[in-house]
């Protein structure tokens, strides 16, 4: 074993320890030093700072295996551990409440020390938001941010993809599983491109499963990392919320999309403009907010959405995880073509030709499908073509 990996071994063991949680572990590095200064203190001394069960369970024998499992994942190309001694340990994170020990990294870890803007939201995302969020990402790439996110379905992948979809685009996608692990599934070719441009990041140990509890817990990673948060969609009690309070208590800022009244997955933007966050139309508002040059080549390509003042960024308190998304409610007797243009239709108004697009029918079989629900009262023509569900 070289002297590196003897040092990151001691790192392993000290965090790998059960029993032994980060609070402790950062008490006992910042009374003794590095952890092998900690493994060579006496009983009395840990105890002192610990307490004696902490003690008592740090002189037990390592777990070799997990240690030797995790030097060989990091000696692997494109793999890293990152100490909070290593000069690539992301400064940002220093400034939170509670900064990891530990950060399994796969990229380069330099790019956790860009500018950043985090961009989260729904997982039930509709197809308006996921539109958004990836056009916010993409504008937000080209001006220089690297965008962090979380590898969720829906605004956090369109968020991922957006970053990429520009040639210089960096995205940082923060997982609440072991960093061998791709959670959900379906977002392993995601999470591939995201390592080769960008980085995966985890805190936790190699072949942690997804637990429920650590999604909300690495919010605070996605918040810390970050300049400030945008959501794209989130409901009341989502956990997108519990990232922008994260930021809020960092001294980020925050910033929201409106959306329709009508629409459950509006109503957690629309709490946090009304408590403060700051209601964006472009990128370009989050980028003057953040002091951030803007090319003017991106200042027409963004989506529409109405303008308001800006007020300081201020969040509630939220609850930890995200409800189950709010089924819309299906007119009796609905066709599966009826049932598809609503779900594409959601809550926003659209015109023809895009609801075409992403409905998939033709435009004669999609005025027949409308006419029919809007003689049924289930979606409203409005003024220059555009549908509206009711």
Known sequence: MTPIEDELAGWLRLTLRPGVGAERQRALLAAFGLPEQIFAASRSAIASVVGAEVADLLRAPPDNEKVDAALAWAAEPGNRIVTLADPEYPRALLDIADPPVLLYVKGDPARLSGPSLAIVGARSATAPGISNAAAFAKSLAEAGLTIVSGLALGIDAAAHRGALAHPDGITVAVIGTGADRVYPARNQALARQIAERGVIV????????????????????????????????????????????????????????????????????????????????????????????????????????????????????????????????????????????????????????????????????LYAILLALELEGHVTRLPGGRFQRL
Do not use: Q
């Open 202 to 365: 985890s805190e936790y140990p190699l072949g942690t499963p997804a637990l429920p509890y650590n999604f909300p817990r690495r919010n605070r990673l996605i918040a810390g990392l970050s300049r400030g948060a945008l959501v794209v969609e989130a409901a009341v009690g989502s956990g997108s919320l519990i990232t922008a309070r994260l930021a809020t208590e960092n001294g980020r800022e925050v910033f929201a999309i409106p959306g329709s009244i009508h629409s459950p997955l509006a109503r957690g933007c629309h709490r946090l403009i009304r408590d403060g966050a700051k209601l964006v139309e472009t990128a370009a508002d989050v980028l003057d907010e953040l002091s951030w040059g803007l090319p003017s080549s991106t200042r027409a390509a963004e989506p529409d959405a109405p303008a308001r003042p800006a007020r300081s960024a201020r969040t509630r308190e939220t609850r930890p995880a995200d409800p189950p998304f709010e089924p819309r409610t299906a007119p009796p007797a609905a066709s599966a073509e009826e049932l598809r243009v609503l779900d594409t239709l959601g809550h926003d108004a659209l015109d023809i030709d895009t609801l075409a697009a992403r409905s998939g029918l033709t435009l004669d079989a």
